[in-house]
């Protein structure tokens, strides 16, 4: 297929266009409305204090003692979530399309929801929320329902080889074990990203507007116009997140946002780029998988000081905001690679 033969809808740009500049603007209209119930209702983030292996997280408390001596809220991620869900039930409500990521997006934001609220009841005790298994569990029962529905009513069974255009594997119902790992990976991704000020609000920002190309270039406008409503709600997000941050996204936030962008790599046919553009999340994930099998396979000993790697960097003596911006310039030319890939496989 020939560049020159994909053409693009003025009115359907301008949709798009119009989506990703309303959610800016919805979102930037709700924030005064969420943070005067998170300083009236004291919805603050509650640090943690062990690790993931239940030993004291020393290194951690000593990074960010100073950031928690003031009460930051948390559960912002409710003010891109609400902005966005809006939007699409009101513009952009696609049976075929977008339906699906809404639904899960939704459902998602759900599971972080009610640990973020048994975060901020813990006054300080330690405990992180839901237990890490009960999340995971709950992530893959929401996963699962969507992966059933993305085969039997959607009708999606087989995924694009890389490479070969034109060319795909048939799986038939192993595309819902397919679409639970995907979804549930990336999900778990983007919640250990978010951990600094601006990262993983920048980041998301990023898969997302990348994943608005792709999905334009596919002719899928429904799924192009959900990504560019979810990037102008991150914006707005993102403007108040900046170090030193104002409020926090939450796990509402997180499990939202990497579900999400699971279930858009689905519709777009591009699992095995998702790594590739969202080589940052990647790159989150793998520290701590590997600081965790270190630990227990050679008696205690680690391999970064402190994972994920982000606060690695922290650490060995990098600002927070140098990490996050090195991050974001890691993310822009990971998106920009992913970007180039789908091109030429597309238009091989």
């Given at each position: 297929?020939?560049?020159?033969?994909?053409?693009?809808?003025?009115?359907?740009?301008?949709?798009?266009?119009l989506?990703?500049?309303?959610?800016f603007?919805?979102?930037?209209?709700?924030t005064?409305?969420?943070t005067?119930?998170?300083?009236?209702l004291?919805?603050?983030?509650?640090?943690?204090?062990?690790?993931?292996?239940?030993t004291?997280?020393t290194?951690?408390?000593?990074?960010h003692?100073?950031?928690?001596?003031?009460?930051?809220?948390?559960m912002?991620?409710?003010i891109?979530?609400?902005?966005?869900?809006?939007?699409?039930?009101?513009?952009?409500?696609?049976?075929?399309?977008?339906?699906?990521?809404?639904a899960?997006?939704?459902?998602a934001?759900?599971?972080?929801?009610?640990?973020?609220?048994l975060?901020?009841?813990?006054?300080?005790?330690?405990?992180?929320g839901?237990?890490?298994?009960?999340?995971?569990?709950?992530?893959?029962?929401?996963?699962?329902?969507?992966?059933?529905?993305f085969?039997?009513?959607?009708?999606?069974?087989?995924?694009?080889?890389?490479?070969?255009h034109?060319?795909?594997?048939?799986?038939?119902?192993?595309i819902?074990?397919?679409?639970v790992l995907v979804?549930?990976?990336?999900?778990?991704?983007?919640?250990?990203?978010?951990?600094?000020?601006?990262?993983?609000?920048?980041?998301?920002?990023?898969?997302?507007?990348?994943y608005?190309?792709?999905?334009?270039?596919?002719?899928?406008?429904?799924?192009?116009?959900?990504?560019?409503t979810?990037v102008?709600?991150l914006?707005?997000?993102?403007?108040?997140?900046v170090?030193?941050?104002?409020?926090?996204?939450?796990?509402?936030?997180?499990?939202?946002?990497?579900?999400?962008?699971?279930?858009v790599?689905?519709?777009?046919?591009?699992?095995?780029?998702?790594?590739?553009?969202?080589a940052?999340?990647?790159?989150?994930?793998?520290?701590?998988?590997?600081?965790?099998?270190?630990k227990?396979?050679?008696?205690?000993?680690k391999?970064?000081?402190?994972?994920?790697?982000?606060?690695?960097?922290e650490?060995?003596?990098?600002?927070?905001?140098?990490?996050t911006?090195?991050?974001?310039?890691?993310g822009?030319?990971a998106?920009?690679?992913?970007?180039?890939?789908?091109?030429?496989?597309?238009?091989?």
């Amino acid at each position: 297929m020939d560049v020159t033969q994909v053409t693009l809808g003025g009115s359907e740009l301008l949709k798009i266009a119009l989506l990703g500049v309303g959610g800016f603007l919805l979102a930037m209209l709700l924030t005064p409305l969420y943070t005067t119930a998170a300083y009236k209702l004291q919805l603050w983030k509650r640090p943690r204090t062990l690790s993931l292996m239940g030993t004291p997280a020393t290194v951690f408390t000593k990074l960010h003692a100073e950031k928690h001596k003031r009460h930051i809220p948390t559960m912002a991620g409710v003010i891109f979530i609400t902005a966005a869900t809006i939007l699409t039930l009101a513009c952009n409500l696609e049976l075929k399309e977008t339906w699906l990521p809404l639904a899960l997006f939704v459902a998602a934001a759900g599971v972080g929801l009610i640990d973020d609220i048994l975060n901020i009841r813990s006054n300080g005790t330690g405990k992180a929320g839901l237990p890490s298994r009960l999340k995971l569990f709950l992530i893959a029962l929401v996963a699962a329902g969507g992966g059933w529905y993305f085969y039997t009513k959607l009708g999606f069974d087989s995924t694009q080889l890389p490479g070969i255009h034109s060319a795909s594997l048939y799986l038939g119902w192993l595309i819902i074990p397919l679409f639970v790992l995907v979804v549930v990976s990336t999900a778990n991704a983007v919640n250990i990203s978010d951990g600094l000020d601006g990262l993983a609000g920048g980041l998301t920002t990023i898969a997302f507007a990348v994943y608005t190309v792709i999905a334009l270039i596919e002719q899928k406008y429904g799924i192009a116009g959900f990504c560019a409503t979810i990037v102008g709600t991150l914006m707005a997000y993102t403007w108040f997140n900046v170090y030193p941050a104002r409020f926090f996204m939450g796990d509402v936030g997180s499990f939202a946002l990497g579900t999400a962008l699971g279930v858009v790599a689905m519709f777009t046919d591009t699992v095995l780029l998702l790594p590739v553009i969202g080589a940052v999340f990647v790159a989150e994930a793998g520290s701590v998988i590997l600081q965790v099998g270190s630990k227990k396979l050679r008696g205690g000993k680690k391999i970064f000081r402190v994972s994920p790697v982000h606060h690695h960097f922290e650490a060995i003596g990098w600002p927070e905001t140098k990490v996050t911006m090195r991050f974001w310039v890691i993310g822009m030319v990971a998106g920009l690679v992913g970007l180039a890939l789908f091109m030429m496989g597309r238009f091989a």
